[in-house]
């Protein structure tokens, strides 16, 4: 399937008449510019940032920052935040500005287009600005999807992700849990085997294939009730008695656990003497 491109992009709702038709490009002062109060982006990656910082320090602000003049002597971002963070970092006392006259309505929604268009908001960062633009502008979910050159059903996916809880959604921010990973916990409305499965996705590194398998089988009930045990339960309780076995015996120790009920613990050793030492630790003093 060909991807729909994005609306009409910067370059065409920048070049709406009459509202924006003045434009110029000056060195400004960057302590002159604030940022922009209707960024969609919250995070933003230390290690990525100093390497643009390094970069500007050797090269220079290639691409200009995009303002609009709110005062005699401020500015406000309207797009490339994160270019004036490094250009901060980097110690730059002027940065290459293009100004233009852009109405607060537009702000949002250009800075919200400018950083998909650069793929450089999360999953949750791109719903809550949606999110934010449907409520500022009081338009139907159809209605953004032509504004921002997406999908209805595209933007809805999105829109669903806040369902999730909070400490669910950090897990998206952060990128430990992915786009497919929170669309498949969406599957379930229990908030708590939601939590559940999330930190096994985390701790187990399951795939989003797994992670929806899991979720079939304790939707559907293909096994008994042991699945929730296997899939949900087992992993938080037997990977606590895994871990507090591997403290103890200074050991790797894996349980597993069938349908049934019955397992078995494994405890691997590298050599005679640590068969000897295990021995001791689990026994007592005697030897073999």
């Known amino acids: 399937m060909t991807r729909r491109a994005l609306g009409r992009g910067l370059s065409a709702l920048l070049s709406d008449k009459p509202a924006m038709s003045t434009e110029e490009m000056i060195e400004i002062d ?3 510019i604030e940022p922009n109060s209707f960024q969609p982006r919250t995070n933003f990656n230390e290690e990525r940032l100093e390497e643009l910082a390094q970069s500007i320090r050797s090269n220079g602000v290639i691409q200009p920052l995009l303002v609009r003049k709110i005062s005699s002597e401020k500015y406000q971002l309207v797009a490339g935040e994160r270019r004036w963070r490094a250009a901060q970092r980097a110690n730059l006392q002027k940065v290459p500005c293009v100004v233009k006259e852009i109405p607060e309505d537009k702000m949002l ?8 268009q650069r793929q450089e908001l999360n999953a949750i960062e791109e719903a809550y600005a949606y999110k934010r633009l449907i409520e500022t502008l009081e338009i139907t979910q159809e209605a953004l999807a032509q504004r921002v050159g997406r999908d209805r059903t595209f933007i809805t996916n999105y829109l669903r992700l806040l369902r999730l809880p909070e400490d669910i959604q950090h897990l998206v921010e952060s990128e430990k849990l992915s786009m497919g990973h929170a669309r498949a916990l969406l599957g379930i409305d229990d ?8 930190k096994n996705i985390v701790d187990r590194g399951l795939s ?18 042991a699945a929730v045990s296997t ?10 008695a895994e871990d507090k076995l591997r403290r103890k015996l200074s050991s790797k ?5 069938n349908n049934s009920g019955k397992g078995k613990i494994e405890i691997e050793f590298y050599d005679e003497n640590d068969l000897n030492r295990l021995y001791e630790i689990i026994i007592g003093k005697e030897v073999l």
């Open 30 to 32: 960057i302590d002159l």
């Open 109 to 116: 929604e250009l800075a919200l287009i400018e950083n998909i």
């Open 191 to 198: 908030p708590n085997i939601q939590r559940k499965l999330a």
């Open 208 to 225: 989003v294939r797994q992670t929806e398998r899991a979720i079939k089988e304790i939707i559907e009930g293909v096994e008994s009730s």
């Open 231 to 240: 899939h949900v339960k087992e992993d938080i309780n037997l990977k606590f």
């Open 253 to 257: 120790v894996h349980i597993t656990v």
